[in-house]
């Protein structure tokens, strides 16, 4: 009797928790964006800047789940399945990225590519411009989910052990072999999550993307950008439009890497 | 020593130890290694009594004082929550159980700013629950309060994820020896259950108390930036930045990773000694 009591109240408080913290905002950006009809949201995510800050904003997701999917699979490959020197000091540099606020990443980005950076002369000789341009958001973006499959991937191999990998070696297979037969059958499903993890990251970058843009509206603006904009000039229903594109494109990932848990979780088990 | 005879042989049976360790060097080297590399610069001329006046200004101060009290009274909310939903979600069975288990992921999910718009309008004088207040006189929007609504939002996912999978390999024979025992469901929870999960609990407080500290994009909108009121410390830094004042900019942003790096260490600390 006064366990479902209490069974019940824990329930309630949880649900009442979740749905005012969490699914209340997520529906209001839905409903604000659909306020003023359907014309006005299509209009707001139909304007060429609208179109371009998406553009960019895929962009730069894509070059940081490729990068950093391919960084993670050679990165654990090589601090799980070999020993050698400066080890722990590379998987530390590794995780560097989650330690520093976005803002902070910004500032030092600046310091390394900007004009009065220290590899600024280099990039002036070249004649290659990073910060308040496209590729400054492409290595911002790729610096904030640096670490994210690494991993959800090492731990895995390092459970895997290294017997097999060196059997198959002794057989006389190579690397892309072993990898593709051995390595990546047990890591697939985390290196999905992993990636997915990494993209619904980058989607969302404010914090660095913001000090890197130089709030240059035409060329540099990122989605998450173009919305403070919107807000900041009191264009509400073209903010929230622009959103919930955003929050589609969010729970679209958060479904598959859902999935990709389950997935993993069930490889784990066999 | 026989462990490195061992592995120098290891290295030579498995193939691809030259291209791994060729692409993971170049990249760490690009991206975290020359970033941090320049932050000798960006204190460039300047001294300590630059460094300590920017850090000990009238304006940071009342930032830390908004930061650590938002960070803490909010970090404190989800702790709460925290252990509620993960322990409902590992001890009880109800409908829709699985969507709200991924619910929990959603603040990781969507962009910090998105959720930064959709808080700051819903709780201010003409929102839903802003609006619910404002007729008791509260304001939520544009006040420390919302700061601490937004650091909930993007801290929560940290503490019930953390706890939940210590509860669920938690071994039950200990809650029926002290059932059968005679002790009550309130005894057993906090004299059997809580001890263990509370290295858990601790360290998603640190992380969630972490992650507050140094947020941004959700709290620039709903916290309205007034200096020496709701302006919190990454605000102060965005602020610096926008003046070009580089190196104040970075001495704020230095305490700011002392104070994260300090409370992590406290909670790892207070982790092992419980064990």
């Known amino acids: 009797m006064e366990k479902s009591f209490v069974k019940k109240i824990l329930i309630f408080l949880g649900i009442l928790f979740l749905a005012i913290m969490l699914v209340l905002p997520l529906v209001s950006v839905l409903f604000h964006a659909f306020e003023n009809g359907i014309k006005v949201f299509i209009k707001s995510i139909s304007n060429e800047e609208a179109l371009k800050a998406l553009q960019l904003t895929l962009i730069a997701a894509g070059a940081a789940v490729i990068a950093n999917t391919v960084f993670g699979i050679f990165a654990s490959f090589l601090i799980t399945k070999f020993s050698f020197r400066f080890k722990k000091i590379f998987s530390l540099l590794i995780d560097v990225p989650l330690a520093v606020s976005p803002v902070v ?15 600024g002369p280099v990039l002036d000789y070249l004649g290659t411009k990073i910060i308040f341009d496209i590729p400054g958001i492409l290595i911002a973006t790729i610096f904030v989910t640096f670490p994210l499959v690494f991993r959800e991937i090492a731990p895995l191999m390092q459970t895997q052990g290294t017997e ?5 070696a002794m057989m006389g297979a190579n690397w892309f072999c072993i990898f593709r037969k051995i390595t990546f059958p047990n890591i697939k499903w985390a290196l999905f999550y992993g990636s997915a993890l990494c993209a619904s990251r980058a989607l969302g970058e404010f914090g660095a993307v913001s000090v890197i843009s130089g709030h240059l509206r035409e060329k540099t603006n990122t989605m998450t950008l173009y919305v403070e904009i919107l807000f900041n000039e009191f264009e509400l229903a073209s903010a929230f439009a622009v959103s919930s594109i955003l929050v589609m494109i969010s729970l679209m990932i958060l479904i598959l890497r859902t999935i990709a848990e389950y997935k993993a979780k069930k490889w784990e088990d066999k | 020593m026989f462990k490195g005879t061992f592995s120098a042989d290891k290295n030579k049976a498995i193939p691809g130890f030259g291209l791994s360790f060729g692409i993971t060097f170049a990249m760490v080297g690009f991206v975290v290694l020359v970033p941090l590399a320049s932050i000798p610069l960006m204190f460039d001329g300047y001294s300590f009594k630059d460094f300590w006046e920017t850090i000990a200004d009238k304006q940071a101060v009342y930032a830390y004082v908004v930061s650590f009290s938002c960070a803490a009274f909010a970090s404190g909310v989800n702790l709460f929550f925290g252990i509620v939903l993960a322990w409902i979600l590992v001890r009880y069975n109800f409908p829709f159980k699985r969507l709200l288990d991924g619910m929990i992921e959603l603040p990781f999910a969507l962009p910090t700013s998105v959720a930064g718009i959709s808080l700051t309008a819903l709780y201010s004088d003409k929102g839903l629950i802003g609006g619910l207040f404002n007729m008791a006189g509260i304001k939520i929007s544009y006040t420390p309060a919302g700061i601490v609504v937004s650091m909930i939002f993007v801290g929560i996912p940290f503490v019930v994820r953390s706890i939940q999978p210590v509860l669920e390999k938690l071994d039950r024979h200990y809650e029926e020896a002290a059932q059968i025992m005679g002790a009550d469901s309130t005894h057993i929870f906090f004299k ?18 972490a992650r507050s500290l140094g947020e941004y994009g959700s709290v620039v909108f709903i916290s309205g930036n007034i200096p020496y009121k709701t302006q919190t410390l990454s605000l102060v830094v965005m602020n610096k930045l926008e003046q070009f004042n580089y190196p104040g900019a970075a001495s704020i942003a230095l305490v700011m990773l002392a104070a994260a790096s300090f409370v992590l260490c406290l909670s790892h600390i207070l982790q092992i000694k419980r064990k």
């Open chain 1, 164 to 168: 097999e990998e060196e059997a198959a």
């Open chain 1, 105 to 119: 990443a910004g500032l030092m980005l600046i310091f390394a590519f900007g004009k009065r950076g220290w590899l």
């Open chain 2, 192 to 209: 059997v259950i809580f001890p263990e999960i509370f290295p858990a609990a601790i360290s998603g407080f640190g992380m969630a108390f």
